[in-house]
């Protein structure tokens, strides 16, 4: 049963602590996207890669968030300095684009900073 | 833009009942795909549900169903023969299929949560 996988499932750091989350795509997968679900504001998309390839990441804080792919099993979201306002769940979802396909999600990575 | 909105925050069933959640969108292009999504307590999210616009008929999975009507832009899940295990976070999705840099990306309502009450 191919799933995606999300490390760490849960995460308390202090804030301006750097923070790295990672992502394994369900395999032959070429689409990543990452995703952040807060309370407030639901769920946004940060950024989207198509063959490793970052597409959109107009989501994102520029200046202290970082997505990349460094092969086609992995991704990485990074945040360095964190601040309490990141807290918040951060999703990782994968598909393969043969046209508008469906995104499957990881369990998630619970993100507090204190 | 593309805008998805789920009007009913909260929502109550009994078991072995049925239920049907609303979602409306507001988008300019003419192909697209619609999503219902499960988030249980575990917030695992899990697809439920999907809909081509190209399509007339509406989909169907086992309990879960759909009415999609595209003029109207909208898109309500219905949940028959309700169970303990579908009390969860229902959220309705949109996704563009154009070529852009906004193609492929998931837009989602605020979500609606469902009780089933025993």
């Known amino acids: 049963d191919a799933r995606v996988t999300q490390t760490p499932r849960d995460k308390v750091t202090e804030m301006g602590q750097e923070v790295t989350m990672r992502c394994q795509p369900i395999l032959g997968h070429n689409t990543v996207f990452w995703y952040r679900q807060t309370m407030k504001q639901g769920l946004e998309l940060l950024a989207y890669?198509?063959?490793?390839?970052?597409?959109?990441d107009s989501g994102m804080p520029k200046d202290r968030f970082s997505a990349e792919m460094p092969d086609a099993t992995l991704a990485t979201l990074k945040i360095q300095p964190s601040e309490p306002r990141d807290s918040a769940v951060y999703f990782c979802a994968s598909g393969l684009q043969t046209g508008a396909d469906t995104q499957y999600f990881g369990p998630g990575t619970r993100l507090t900073v204190l | 833009a593309q805008t998805v909105t789920q009007s009913q925050p909260e929502m109550s069933v009994q078991e072995a009942e049925t239920v049907t959640l609303s979602c409306t969108y507001d988008?300019?292009?003419?192909?697209?795909?619609l999503f219902w999504y499960k988030q249980p307590p575990s917030r695992q999210m899990i697809l439920v549900i999907r809909?081509?616009?190209?399509?007339?008929q509406n989909a169907t999975e086992n309990r879960f169903s759909v009415n999609f009507q595209k003029a109207a832009k909208s898109f309500s899940l219905k949940i028959s023969d309700s169970q303990l295990g579908d009390t969860a976070m229902y959220f309705c999705a949109f996704m563009t299929t154009y070529s852009g840099a906004g193609s492929y990306q998931l837009t989602f309502g605020k979500g609606t949560k469902l009780s089933v009450i025993p």
């Open positions: 988008t300019s292009e003419n192909n697209y795909y």
């Open positions: 809909q081509e616009a190209y399509k007339q």
């Open positions: 890669f198509r063959n490793r390839a970052p597409l959109d």
